[in-house]
Every structure is written in C-alpha cells, then in structure tokens.
C-alpha cells in the first residue's frame, strides 16, 4: 500500500513554506510521494485574482525540480468546477483505491474545517496531517463538537514555524521589496522575467 501525501493550494506563488510542509510530512509520515495539487479556480475566489494556471504550473515544477519524491498532480485543474476539496479526494480515492491518503494542511485551514463543503466526508476520506502556524490556535473540544470524530483522524506533524503567505509575497513584488530566501531561487527568476505580481491586475496567461 503507497502512503500518498496530497498538498493542494494555489500555489501563487510556491514558496519554501509549501516545502517545508511537504518535506516534514514526507519524513515524519513515511510518504512514498507528495502530490502536489494546483488548483484550477478556488471557488472563494474571483478568477481575476489568480494568476493562469501555465504560470503556476511553471513555477510549481521549478519549486520541486529538485525532489525525486514530489509530483505534480493535474487532478484538480483537469477537472470541471466547482473545485471543491471533498470532490477532489473522492477523484484521488478513485485513483489510488490501495493508497492510504494524508491531506496536508496547516493549522490555520483545520480551524476553517467546519466551513468547508462536505467536511464530514471529507475526513472519512483521509487522514489530516497538520503542521502548526503562528497565531492559529485550534480549540479542539469546539472542532470535535463541530466534526465529531476528527481527533482520530489528525495527525501533527513537528515542524519549523514558516510564516510565509503567497498574498504576501504578492504584496512584495508589487510594492518593489524582496522575496529572496522565501521562494527557490528558480521560482524568483520566473516572477521577475515574466512580469509577474508587479501590478494588482493578474497578467496573462505565457
């Protein structure tokens, strides 16, 4: 049985925060592979504030070029909206029936489960493995009340405190400051030579 660790994001841009999160998980879980899952268009947000899935795909294969254990999935832009998580991982079980399945997360998104579309299938699909954030503090008798059952499927995982945020690095580029250290150096060149994030409209596609 493969041990799949799943990361979704819009990764606009990756950032060493991503990484992080999906290296620790890979170690402390025993992953046979990260899959890392672009997503096509949040349904929380407009499509104007997203920049083209080519540019993200670009810099997310630039971001794990270097990891023999991490993968680009196109499970979720290959896919008809709305893009929701809980029909993502029901499309994944489908493709991996054998596969034991960790959705990473950090713990900023675990206080938001309740919100989310169908969170009571959602863990029942996956194992949630949870990397703390600064300033996030999840009160688990609350989360509990809210999704009975969630405390046996949370996995925590030890890792160093990155509080890095792509709208932040957005903000970044488009007020002229640095993003040096917080992306892979690839990633920097890619949004520099493209023209990316230096205005509040999103650019075109390449």
Do not use: C
């Not at 991490?70 to 499309?91: C, K, M, N, Q, W």
């Not at 900023?108 to 300033?135: C, E, F, K, N």
């Amino acid at each position: 049985m493969k041990r799949l660790g799943l990361l979704g994001g819009t990764f606009d841009p990756p950032h060493y925060g991503h990484l992080v999160l999906a290296e620790q998980a890979r170690i402390q879980l025993q992953l046979d592979r990260v899959l890392f899952i672009p997503a096509a268009q949040p349904p929380h947000k407009p499509a104007a504030e997203v920049t083209p899935i080519a540019h993200r795909l670009n810099m997310l294969e630039l971001a794990i070029a270097g990891n023999p254990f991490f993968e680009i999935s196109r499970a979720d832009i290959d896919r008809p909206g709305p893009h929701y998580t809980v029909d993502l991982l029901t499309i994944l079980r489908e493709a991996y029936p054998e596969a034991e399945l960790f959705f990473l997360m950090g713990s900023d998104s675990l206080v938001d489960l309740p919100r989310w579309r169908d969170p009571h299938r959602l863990i029942q699909l996956t194992w949630l493995a949870v990397m703390p954030r600064p300033g996030y503090v999840v009160h688990m008798p609350l989360l509990e009340q809210a999704l009975p059952g969630i405390s046996r499927r949370l996995i925590w995982l030890d890792a160093p405190f990155l509080d890095i945020a792509s709208h932040d690095l957005r903000r970044r580029v488009r007020q002229g400051g640095s993003i040096r250290y917080l992306v892979p150096p690839e990633v920097e060149a890619y949004i520099h030579a493209h023209g990316l994030y230096r205005n509040a409209d999103r650019p075109s596609g390449p």
